[in-house]
């Protein structure tokens, strides 16, 4: 069974990253250990960025309708309302990873992508040629083979152990206990009263004298609820959990005997953070949970994978479809490893300012007037959504505003019709956008119109001092002009962008 691309774990970050490929006429297939999805949910919900991801794929509002958006980002336990800032998408929604899940498979079925489950990875093979995937079926075991291969297996994932690649990091120091149960009126009145640090509200997290709770609505009548102890005794996390456990957890957090019922799920976590030393060997790559885990204050996790397999996804196909430049799959490495290092910094950070004690209360106090401070508040609240990554695309004699960082949707006008950004790179291709009437400019991209969109307009609601700009399938800016400075200079970057993100023209 020959692939293009396989992947083995089909949760979120396999499943969009199957999806991206699919887009690109890749042939792709994800090999799942699991015979069917498990229905439950880690994650609990989506961010800036990663929507505008969706939206630029032109499947956003599956995400979105019917979900409601939270009230506030949660950072360390500080309520952030990001409502005053000026980026899409604020606030986010509320979803739960099965049915992220269930959504990025009904889309990636959609556009023909095989998903094989019952199917468990337990052997990993390459060579110049290819990679061959030692596969243990319910009859048999048999060989997947693909040119390339990518690991979004998790935290536990056997492809990075089967590449040997480290994984360094933090052992755990903390210990949470969560669960989908579901509380009655009473239990919600005994918590308004008994964890004033939630403020009256039934969604959110609290830092209290021995600990953390968390709280969050999942509809009728069922909560997700977790209690969070710093406790370095040693605890069998695969062990059956019970809601003896849970309540017991909450008890010594709260100070509260809450009842709760009918458990749909019961879990255990630890704040263990660890990064793979790299994301790629030869021809197999590492995406999501595989590449890093982490502590899950700021929602961070889900965001994370989904991203990585955005960037990787038209790298990939650029390689199958032979028009890559020699190094852009490094590329990928290079550009999302640091993400995942300044993922464990802010996580990490986060922990730290959620620990009990005085010291970390008085921490907790220069926060408060820290986070007043328009400026501060804005760099935690872009960290945590991502909306302020900026890549270093090494190209371009001068710099733009824009250059490196995700591309606004503008609304592009000609004298027919318009589109805007979005729906110009939902088809997975690039764009280059150019509002500056200089046939030189298209003339220049020509070759390349393969492989990317060329769209003239010439009323548009642009940001000021832009002119034109090549934006990556990702939705990144590879290349931007402001208005006035066409010269010879910028002739030669627009060509080096083309080349380096989208090798030789045809």
Same mark, same amino acid.
């Given at each position: ?157 056997? =492809? ?24 009655? *009126? ?15 509200? !039934? ?31 040693? =605890?069998?996390? !695969? ?27 019961? *879990? ?239």
């Amino acid at each position: 069974m020959n692939y293009d691309v396989i992947i083995v774990g089909g949760g979120p970050t396999g499943l969009w990253l199957a999806c991206e490929l699919a887009l690109a006429r890749v042939r792709v297939a994800i090999l799942e250990k699991l015979a069917k999805p498990t229905g439950l949910s880690k994650a609990l919900g989506l961010q800036s960025r990663t929507m505008e991801m969706l939206a630029y794929r032109g499947i956003l509002d599956r995400f979105t309708d019917g979900n409601p958006s939270p009230p506030f980002l949660n950072f360390a336990m500080f309520s952030l309302d990001l409502g005053k800032l000026d980026f899409p998408h604020p606030h986010g929604v509320i979803i739960p990873q099965a049915r992220v899940e269930a959504l990025l498979e009904e889309h990636a079925k959609e556009l023909g992508v095989e998903i094989q489950r019952g199917h468990e990875v337990i052997g990993v093979y390459q060579d110049t040629e290819g990679v061959k995937a030692e596969v243990r079926t319910e009859l048999a075991t048999v060989q997947f083979a693909a040119r390339y291969l990518v690991g979004c297996d998790g935290g536990h994932s056997v =492809v990075r152990k089967q590449l040997d690649v480290a994984f360094p990091g933090l052992d755990p120091t903390i210990i949470g206990r969560m669960g989908d149960v579901k509380l009655s *009126s009473d239990a919600l009145d005994l918590l308004k009263d008994g964890v004033p640090e939630l403020g009256g509200r !039934e969604f959110g997290i609290a830092r209290t004298n021995t600990g953390n709770f968390a709280i969050v609505p999942m509809g009728s009548e069922v909560y997700r609820v977790a209690a969070i102890e710093w406790d370095r005794r040693p =605890v069998d996390r !695969e062990a059956p959990m019970d809601l003896n456990e849970l309540q017991a957890a909450i008890q010594r957090v709260t100070n509260l005997d809450l009842p709760m019922c009918d458990p749909v799920w019961l *879990s255990r976590a630890t704040d263990s953070s660890r990064l793979a030393e790299r994301y790629c060997s030869g021809r197999v790559f590492l995406a999501g949970d595989a590449a890093h885990v982490h502590w899950a204050y700021g929602g961070k996790g889900l965001q994370t994978g989904l991203q990585d397999a955005g960037n990787l996804g038209w790298k990939l196909a650029a390689q199958v479809h032979g028009w890559a430049p020699a190094d852009l799959l490094d590329t990928y490495h290079a550009e999302r490893h640091p993400v995942g290092q300044r993922l464990m910094t802010l996580t990490r950070a986060q922990e730290a300012l959620a620990r009990p004690g005085d010291h970390v209360t008085a921490l907790r106090g220069l926060f408060v007037r820290l986070l007043a401070q328009e400026q501060t508040f804005r760099t935690i609240a872009e960290e945590i959504t991502d909306v302020d990554l900026c890549y270093d695309m090494g190209v371009s004699s001068r710099t733009h505003p824009l250059l490196g960082r995700w591309a606004p949707n503008l609304v592009l006008q000609t004298d027919r019709d318009h589109s805007t950004v979005a729906e110009l790179l939902s088809g997975g291709r690039g764009l280059l956008v150019d509002r500056s009437e200089r046939p030189e400019l298209r003339n220049l991209a020509g070759g390349w119109d393969d492989r990317i969109r060329l769209m003239a307009t010439k009323y548009d609601d642009r940001p000021d001092n832009l002119d034109a700009m090549l934006v990556r399938p990702d939705g990144y800016v590879a290349w931007a002009i402001a208005s006035g400075e066409w010269d010879d200079d910028s002739e030669k970057s627009l060509l080096a962008a083309l080349g380096k993100w989208f090798g030789s023209p045809k």
